[in-house]
């Protein structure tokens, strides 16, 4: 799916509702807009998703031999 960018003028008091609203049920503005549009994004093939992450990690490993990725992220995550 190819998606484009826009840009939307809206009253300020109009965009904070909307961001507050987004805050409140933990979703992003451009996801609260289009489930108000009534857009809805098709799910992933979860098969093929994992397929290809376990293509990438199995080219990574080879690449770099004894470097434990998974250790290095979190490692990152718990850094900051």
């Given at each position: 799916m190819?998606?484009?960018?826009?840009?939307?003028?809206?009253?300020?008091?109009?965009?904070?509702e909307?961001?507050?609203?987004?805050?409140?049920?933990?979703?992003?503005?451009?996801?609260?807009?289009?489930?108000?549009?009534?857009?809805?994004?098709?799910?992933?093939?979860?098969?093929?998703?994992w397929?290809?992450?376990?293509?990438?990690?199995?080219?990574?490993?080879?690449?770099?031999?004894?470097?434990?990725?998974?250790?290095?992220?979190?490692?990152?995550?718990?850094?900051?």
């Amino acid at each position: 799916m190819n998606w484009v960018t826009t840009n939307l003028r809206l009253p300020e008091d109009n965009y904070m509702e909307l961001k507050l609203t987004a805050a409140r049920q933990r979703t992003s503005l451009n996801a609260l807009i289009r489930n108000r549009l009534g857009i809805t994004i098709q799910p992933a093939n979860k098969g093929k998703f994992w397929h290809l992450i376990d293509q990438y990690a199995k080219t990574v490993s080879r690449k770099h031999p004894g470097i434990s990725f998974s250790q290095k992220l979190i490692a990152d995550r718990y850094e900051q």
